[in-house]
């Protein structure tokens, strides 16, 4: 690795110098700061980002189609006390609808509460939930570091609690917000109905939210009364697109090393962080090789996915649209993660690969960059993993990240402009090295032989 060592340092003095990636984040955050898929805003950042390619000087810039749901929040979301009466002000809790969810009849929903922290809990009401609104209120864990394996702990409740409501004949879900702050801001999210169970309506509660109403139902058992009114909708799926666009290897232009982030982003505050960061910091991973002359011997390639929140589209069409050329590629990279400092990466790779790849991130001891931990790359190139290639995610600072994820505060203030260059310089860097090697990274197992 030591003849790399000289041009990543000059790299972290360009980028700190000269970074672009947060200039490009404040125009993708004006441009199409609401970009949901489906939406006028999605069309828009995928039009962005295809001229910005351009712009910057990458090669072979296309669209690549994918077919996108498209769910709306509409105008309406509201959850009122009506029971027991509360002062003048304090009888409305903040929610959002998760995304996917159905809306409620015009008039609402009117309803006690039940309160459980798992779906054991839920399950052992027996009839006790029939007729009601669940309150899922499991925290993260906040004696966790990583605050994504406290996520990993607790999403299932929004993913998931909707079906698991109703079937036990409940007519809601009232989820606590996936953040490891204690404040009034709700935070929307992902989540799903299941074939033959009854499609009951599911919001995000602010955390505030959620131990308020906690509080009341131990205060008033028995005698908590909701209305839930919801009119956000599904329409039908709308054509969208996958971004691309290569820097050419110089000598093995067949072999890929992939670098992407998803370009969609959910409908409240701008997806600064998630993942307009991580759009902008493999952006400009590439302008800034190609701004200091180096095409290395394999191609890299930088894919913004669409519809990660809701759907991951883009990563299947990718890999259908790839799979002939999936045994070519040598790393895929992704960053999704929030653009805070970078401390390292998580890979997937088999031994052999794991060590060239923490070789190639010691070069970045300078910036404090130099971990690679196991893990995975991310949700947008995890279908390629059943082909064997190596994935890696780089890995921020975790501790701010769930304070805006998903939620009206993920806007381009929260971003810090040095934190995310040294992200975007950390991929530029370690792409650019696994992409230069004489040796290829050696591949992972096929785990699925099919062709589909
Ligand atoms: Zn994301």
């Given at each position: 690795m030591a003849p790399f060592?000289?041009?990543?340092?000059?790299?972290?003095?360009?980028?700190?110098?000269?970074?672009?990636?947060?200039?490009?984040?404040?125009?993708l955050c004006r441009v199409a700061p609401h970009r949901l898929s489906g939406s006028q805003g999605a069309d828009?950042?995928?039009?962005?980002?295809?001229?910005?390619?351009?712009?910057?000087?990458l090669e072979n810039v296309r669209l690549e189609p994918v077919l996108v749901p498209c769910w709306e929040r509409g105008d309406t979301a509201q959850l009122e006390i009506l029971e027991p009466p509360m002062p003048s002000g304090e009888g409305e809790l903040r929610i959002l609808a998760l995304g996917g969810s159905v809306g409620t009849p015009g008039e609402g929903i009117v309803a006690g509460?039940?309160?459980?922290?798992?779906?054991?809990?839920?399950?052992?009401?027996?009839g006790a939930a029939r007729g009601k609104l669940v309150l899922f209120n499991?925290?993260?864990?906040?004696?966790?570091?990583?605050?994504?394996?406290?996520?990993?702990?607790?999403?299932?409740?929004?993913?998931?609690?909707?079906?698991?409501?109703a079937r036990v004949g409940a007519v809601g879900a009232l989820v606590r917000s996936m953040t490891t702050l204690r404040d009034d801001s709700p935070h929307t999210g992902a989540m799903h109905y299941e074939e033959g169970v009854d499609k009951v309506p599911s919001v995000a509660v602010s955390t505030l939210g959620a131990e308020k109403l906690?509080?009341?139902?131990?205060?008033?058992?028995?005698?908590?009364?909701?209305?839930?009114?919801l009119d956000c909708r599904?329409?039908?799926?709308?054509?969208?697109?996958?971004?691309v666009g290569e820097i050419r290897g110089r000598e093995k232009p067949e072999e890929i090393v992939l670098i992407g982030g998803h370009l969609d982003a959910w409908d409240?505050?701008?997806?600064?962080?998630?993942?307009?960061?991580?759009?902008c910091q493999v952006l400009e991973a590439a302008r800034l090789l190609l701004a200091s002359g180096l095409r290395p011997r394999r191609t890299l390639r930088v894919v913004l996915f669409l519809n990660e929140e809701n759907g991951l589209r883009g990563a299947q069409a990718y890999y259908e649209t790839h799979l002939e050329e999936l045994p070519l590629h040598v790393m895929a990279l992704e960053s999704d993660r929030g653009g805070f400092t970078p401390r390292g990466f998580t890979t997937d790779g088999n031994p052999r690969a794991a060590a060239m790849l923490a070789a190639a991130s010691s070069l970045l001891s300078s910036i404090g960059c130099s971990d690679m931990l196991p893990g995975s790359g991310g949700a947008d190139v995890s279908p390629l993993r059943r082909k064997g290639v190596v994935t890696v995610g780089l890995y921020p600072d975790c501790q701010r990240y769930f304070d805006v994820h998903h939620s009206e505060n993920d806007i381009l203030a929260a971003v810090n402009e040095r934190e995310l260059e040294l992200g975007a310089v950390a991929i530029a860097a370690l792409a650019y090295v696994v992409a230069d090697l004489p040796e290829r990274l050696p591949p992972n197992e096929v785990t699925d032989g099919e062709s589909r």
């Open positions: 060592a000289g041009l990543v340092e000059e790299l972290v003095r360009a980028s700190l110098t000269d970074g672009q990636a947060y200039e490009k984040l404040a125009l828009r950042a995928v039009e962005w980002a295809r001229e910005t390619m351009i712009r910057d000087g509460v039940v309160e459980v922290t798992s779906f054991e809990e839920l399950a052992n009401l027996g499991r925290p993260m864990d906040p004696a966790l570091v990583n605050t994504f394996a406290a996520y990993g702990g607790s999403v299932g409740q929004r993913g998931q609690g909707a079906i698991e409501a906690s509080g009341l139902l131990r205060d008033h058992p028995g005698r908590v009364r909701m209305r839930l009114r599904t329409l039908p799926d709308r054509p969208s697109a996958n971004v409240v505050g701008e997806g600064a962080h998630d993942d307009g960061s991580g759009c």
